[in-house]
C-alpha cells in the first residue's frame, strides 16, 4: 500500500475535497482531529489478504498521529487485534466493549487497554456509540455488517449525526456500496441518506473525510427518538445531542 500523504486530492464516496501537499522537507506539527474518540468496527479474523491486515494497523497508526482514541469490540484477534494493539503501541487510548457472556479470555484474549463489561450485544453497540464521536469499518464478516448498518440507520432516523466511514480495502466494500446505489435508484433509500456514509480506500484519505462530514439529511421525527439499553446497573438514554 502506497504511503497515503502523497496524494494531495482525496476521493471520497459522494464527494471530492482538496488538501494541500504536506511539507515533507520538514518535520510537521502532529494532525488536529475534531474528534475524541473513533468506534471501528472490524472482523475478529485478520482476512486472506494482507492488506486488509496492513490497513488495520495503518488506521491504528492514523488514530495516533491525530490524537484519537479507539472505541471497539474488545478481543486481540484478526482485525481487532491488530488496530487495538497499532493503537495501544503507539500510546493511544484504547476501549473494549465486551459482552460479560464472552468475557472470558479463552474467547477474546488479552485485551489492550480498558476493559468495559456490559450485559449483553445492544449494551454492547449502544456503549460504543456513546463514547466515540465517529464511526469506522474494517473489512469484516456478518457482525461488522450489522454494527455499521444500525449506525447508518440511527444517523438516517435522526438518532445522531456522528460521520460513518467505510475503509474501502482493495474494493471490499464495493459490492455493498453497489447495493446501496441501487436501493437509492430504486426508492428505498433517499438520495440525501446515501451521503451519510463515506467510503475511501486508505485510513489517511478516510479519516480526512470524515474530519469534513457535514451532516445533509434530516428527519421530523428525529426530536422524538432516543435509543436506551441498560449498562450494568445504570439506564443510559442516547438521543440527537449525543454528538459534540
Known amino acids: 500500500m502506497e504511503q497515503e500523504e502523497a496524494s494531495t486530492t482525496k476521493t471520497i464516496t ?57 472505541v471497539y469490540g474488545g478481543g486481540s484477534v484478526g482485525l481487532m487485534g ?4 497499532a493503537v495501544h503501541n503507539g500510546g493511544g487510548q484504547v476501549i473494549g466493549v465486551v459482552p460479560k457472556a464472552v468475557l472470558p479470555s479463552e474467547l477474546i484474549g488479552e485485551t489492550p487497554g480498558e476493559l468495559k463489561a456490559v450485559s449483553g450485544m445492544h449494551q454492547r453497540k449502544a456503549e460504543m456509540a456513546r463514547r466515540a464521536d465517529a464511526f469506522v469499518a474494517l473489512p469484516g464478516g456478518y457482525g461488522t455488517l450489522e454494527e455499521l448498518l444500525e449506525v447508518i440507520t440511527w444517523a438516517q432516523l435522526g438518532i445522531h449525526d456522528k460521520p460513518v466511514g467505510l475503509l474501502n480495502v482493495d474494493g471490499y466494500y ?71
Open 14 to 70: 459522494g464527494s471530492t475535497m482538496s488538501k494541500p501537499a504536506s511539507n515533507s522537507s520538514s518535520k510537521v506539527s502532529p494532525l488536529r482531529s475534531r474528534f475524541r474518540r473513533v468506534c471501528v468496527f472490524c472482523g475478529s479474523s485478520a482476512g486472506k489478504k494482507a492488506s486488509y491486515q496492513l490497513a488495520a494497523v495503518q488506521l491504528g497508526q492514523q488514530l495516533v498521529e491525530r490524537g484519537v482514541g479507539l
Open 82 to 85: 491488530l488496530v487495538s494493539r
Open 174 to 244: 464495493d459490492s455493498l456500496l453497489a447495493f446501496i446505489d441501487k436501493a437509492v435508484d430504486e426508492g428505498f433509500i433517499a438520495p440525501a441518506a446515501r451521503h451519510i456514509i463515506v467510503a475511501a480506500p486508505t485510513p489517511g484519505e478516510l479519516l480526512a473525510g470524515l474530519e469534513d462530514y457535514v451532516p445533509g439529511h434530516h428527519d421530523a421525527s428525529s426530536a422524538k427518538l432516543t435509543w436506551e439499553s441498560s449498562v450494568d446497573t445504570n439506564t443510559m438514554v442516547c438521543s440527537p445531542d449525543i454528538s459534540r
